[in-house]
């Protein structure tokens, strides 16, 4: 067992109609969440870090424990970047050992976006890695850019992006957002766009972007045990698990992650006031992610018993 990268992944999800999910993680409890989560239902699987996160953890800490971990549960993982803001932090990561890499140029207009994705391809494959680019803006904030509207990608582009630049997926926009306030009234995805960028791109694995579906019972739970997080709102599972069986191959999700983890760490505490070993309430944590990512893999993403 050990790291991977997307390519037979991808392959495999996009032929199948299934999509692989990629969770953010920036802890070792988080992360054994996900792989014992992915083991349970022998479900390939991305472990992903944002460049924060790889801050937080550190680039080699975080490769060598996916790296061990992955061997310990005995599950296969790509493990990615996630948002690449530029090429040093994409070089950092690759020289760490990640095996697959997003540059985030989605921000800069068509031409500058090419340039920059372009010198991160050409860096990656050079060193076996994979990338992932995005092109159309999702509204709300990622990483520290932040956008108020959405700007929907546009099916034409997308062709001309992927040929120019080479790259392995791309990350689309078609109305979801990241965090955990997604939609102010009812929820609607543009799934028009997602059927003609795979007519233009046909067999070319595209990538879905702030996927938490946000479930109200763990909005609840948190809530109820002091927490104050009023009007969350998500994508519903049956749109999610509509874009997995189309072209889209990847599924993000952080947000339910945290939500699920900051839910049962809560409760522990409040319903064991004299507890203070770190091991029960983040082993709480670490069980709500496991169970979060067990139900993913059966509603939303289909990738029961995908493993290669
Ligand atoms: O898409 C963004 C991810 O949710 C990562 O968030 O920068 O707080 O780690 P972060
Ligand atoms: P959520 O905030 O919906 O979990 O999205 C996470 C994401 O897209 C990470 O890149
Ligand atoms: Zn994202």
Redesign the pocket.
Known sequence: MGLIDTKEMFKKAYESGYSIGAF?ISNLEQLQGVLKGAKAKNSSVIIQASKSAVKYAGPSTLVNMVKTASDEIGVDVALHL??GPDLQAVKDCIDAGFTSVMIDGSHFDFEENIKVTKEVVDYAHARNVVVEAELGVLAGTEDEISSDVHKYTDPDEAAEFVKRTGVDSLAIAIGTS??AFKFKGEAKLRFDILEEVQKKLPGFPIVL????AVDQNIVAMCNEFGGNIAGASGVPVDMLRKASSMAVCKI?????LRLAMTGAVRKYLTENPKEFDPRKYIGAGRDAIQSVVESKIDTVLGSANSTL
């Open positions: 953010n996630d948002h990241h965090g972007h702030g996927a938490s993000n999700m952080d947000t339910d």
